[in-house]
């Protein structure tokens, strides 16, 4: 409400599923893309240190990972 940015974190490979609280396991988001992420329709494509390839609804994405 006051102008500052707002950011979450989500869980590639969720916490449900033995997903990691660690680095590689996360993506900062806005609060819209967070949910986008975690209720989209989902497919994770390839996933390592550095990179994520994912489909989400229909969309695809190929992100470099800094940690």
Known sequence: K???FYIEA???KPKH???SETP???LI???NHHKEFDY???EIIQHSKS???FKLNGINYNIDLKI
């Open 40 to 42: 989209g329709n989902r």
């Open 29 to 31: 988001l806005c609060p």
């Open 24 to 26: 590689e396991n996360i």
């Open 10 to 12: 989500a869980h590639i």
């Open 17 to 19: 599923k033995k997903g």
């Open 2 to 4: 006051n102008g500052d």
């Open 51 to 53: 990179q994520i390839e």
